[in-house]
């Protein structure tokens, strides 16, 4: 195999002495035995890209490693330093997740940090990532990082970084920080050592002050105290929400959760699931079995950094079935609105957020309520800066993205899988309260705001051929969009890389007002849209399809989901795509 030159040159600057010696051992074998790995390794820089980094674990500049890390907090010290300039103290707010070394690099982030005299406050061990946004605002830190994978298989790790409002950095921070990365020249530039004194190790007050305001999100506490006992099958997938998950759901009021003692176990090996990830069934399997069990009425199982939460429920015959993330969203939202309603709530300033790929249905119940409705792109770090953009001027009442993130309230920044399971759990509550499931729930809104569904394809291209590929489909849909799809005329494109929504009947373009992202959505004249949009954090490109129709009783409900599952199918086939 042939490599280039510039590949070995880069791999092997990293045989110098400012690299520890297992480091170099591990380059050297690559440049002797593996030099297709030695390619995957070292033929591009690991992105600080606007969410920080991501990606697998090993020595190389595309790898998560000590130094990528190392480079990544030097650059972030530099630029808050110039940013806080007039602060007497910096402080930054430090978590990590279970997976394997995020443990380490938290704690080479922190040594980074107080080398270059910021004040760290660094947890003690693992806790979910909203838990580090709501850190940063109650100890009055300037930003944070938080070391995790979120929901990637076990070779993953990565490194996020947040802005003192306690959401993730975005314009112009984000941008600005990826400069500053750019301009180390050198691992010299890097201050490994430590200063301790600068390293202050996080207390539990901080998870008891989160806990309390979790508490001030009920809304209906008669109905929890009524229904206390709802059996609620907890997993966290061996993950970060193993102690804050059920502390969190008894503080709430309900008193029955039942654990998965398995997946109790923190292991960043995540030994029972083959993907740690709630967005597939496999992964809550085993909560599943424990619900058959135990008659449980609600299974809740959140991802490995606790920001995502997966849900299983009973349908009309008995069974027990998956929510997708539009319906938990939908379901959230229409709750909450319902509630803001019955107890005159809605004074005018009120607004929920979604994002582009998010089903249309939180619109439709949002535009019932007589409540505002804001779009951003794929990333909850767009729905944090809308907070952020708002405060003190409109209420947020809550928000979500397809991929099984929510928020409930603003002391928390980021997606909450925390608070999410302690609202679903309420609204389960709500709904037993008038003799029914969460699924029944769901078929009330459909009846009442239109059916809506949606599916998800992701198509994984693994390394450097990968990457070239998805970049070439993109190009291929953006420069040759067919006319008709499953013989439905296209009517519109919004091309958000381009920043332009072209109405081809009218032949009129537009403005998005949107940031610049690699993301191309296709409208039909039947109402139906289709998105395609390579994944930031993994090697995919994702298609996202969306149909609607009517549901005009109950008994029509199975009827009509399988009349737009077939129209997805059809969509499906027509691009050739599957």
């Not at 693992?126 to 944070?144: D, E, H, K, M, V």
Request: one cysteine or more; charged letters at 30%.
């Amino acid at each position: 195999m042939s490599i280039n030159k510039d590949i070995i040159d880069k791999a092997k600057s990293w045989l110098s002495e400012s690299f520890d010696e297992e480091t170099r051992s591990q380059v050297k074998y690559l440049l002797d035995n593996d030099h297709r790995e030695l390619v995957e390794s070292f033929y591009k820089d690991l992105e600080f890209g606007t969410g920080g980094l991501r990606g697998i674990m090993g020595v190389g500049t595309n790898r998560m490693n000590k130094y990528t890390v190392g480079v990544a907090t030097q650059g972030l010290a530099n630029y808050l330093k110039k940013s806080f300039s007039a602060c007497r103290e910096i402080k930054v707010a430090i978590a990590y997740d279970c997976r394997n070394l995020s443990d380490y690099f938290a704690r080479i982030a922190s040594e980074v940090l107080s080398a270059n005299g910021i004040k760290v406050h660094l947890f003690d061990s693992l806790r979910p990532t909203p838990l580090l946004s709501f850190a940063i605002r109650y100890l009055n830190c300037q930003s944070g990082i938080v070391i995790t994978a979120s929901h990637n298989p076990k070779e993953y790790n990565g490194y996020k970084a947040y802005w003192e409002d306690g959401g993730q950095v975005v314009s112009p921070h984000d941008k600005n920080i990826v400069d500053e990365v750019k301009q180390i020249e050198s691992i010299k530039d890097v201050k490994f050592n430590k200063v301790d004194k600068n390293i202050i190790i996080a207390s539990n007050e901080v998870d008891q002050a989160y806990l309390e305001k979790i508490k001030t999100l009920i809304i209906s506490p008669d109905i929890i105290s009524k229904h206390k006992d709802l059996k609620i099958v907890f997993t966290p997938i061996h993950g970060s929400a193993v102690k804050l998950g059920p502390e969190g759901l008894k503080a709430y009021g309900f008193e029955n959760v039942i654990s998965v003692k398995e997946q109790d176990v923190v292991d960043g090996n995540f030994p029972t699931v083959f993907s740690p990830n709630p967005e597939e069934p496999a992964a809550l399997e085993m909560a599943l079995n424990k619900a058959r069990e135990t008659g449980g009425e609600l299974v809740l199982g959140t991802d490995p950094d606790g920001d995502r939460v997966g849900v299983i429920v009973k349908n009309l015959s008995n069974e027990y079935v998956f929510l997708s993330g539009n319906q938990i969203a939908s379901l959230i939202i229409f709750y909450l609105l319902n509630k803001y309603k019955e107890k005159n709530l809605i004074k005018g300033n009120e607004y929920i957020v979604k994002t582009i790929v998010t089903t249309d249905l939180l619109k439709v119940i949002a535009d019932n309520y007589g409540v505002e409705c804001y779009e951003t792109l794929t990333g909850f770090k767009f729905i944090a800066d809308i907070i952020r953009k708002f405060e003190g001027e409109k209420k947020f009442i809550g928000g979500g993205e397809e991929s099984y993130g929510y928020l409930v309230g603003d002391f928390v920044r980021d997606k909450d899988a925390i608070i999410s399971c302690c609202v679903i759990s309420e609204i389960a509550a709500w709904a037993k309260e008038q003799n029914k499931t969460l699924y029944e729930l769901m078929i009330d809104v459909y009846l009442k705001f239109g059916f809506f569904k949606e599916k998800l394809i992701s198509f994984t291209k693994k390394g450097k051929e990968g990457y070239e590929e998805i970049q070439k489909i993109m190009e291929g849909y953006r420069n040759n969009p067919p006319k008709k799809i499953n013989g439905s005329l296209i009517t519109e494109i919004i091309d958000y890389a381009r920043q332009k929504r072209f109405n081809i009947k009218t032949g009129k373009e537009y403005a998005v007002k949107l940031p610049v992202s690699n993301v191309l959505q296709l409208l039909l004249e039947d109402g139906s849209k289709i998105t395609m949009r390579p994944s930031g954090t993994e090697p995919k490109i994702k298609f996202y399809f969306a149909v609607k129709s009517f549901l005009n009783n109950p008994e029509s409900f199975k009827a009509v989901d399988i009349e737009l599952e077939k129209k997805i199918d059809e969509i499906i086939n027509d691009l050739k795509i599957n």
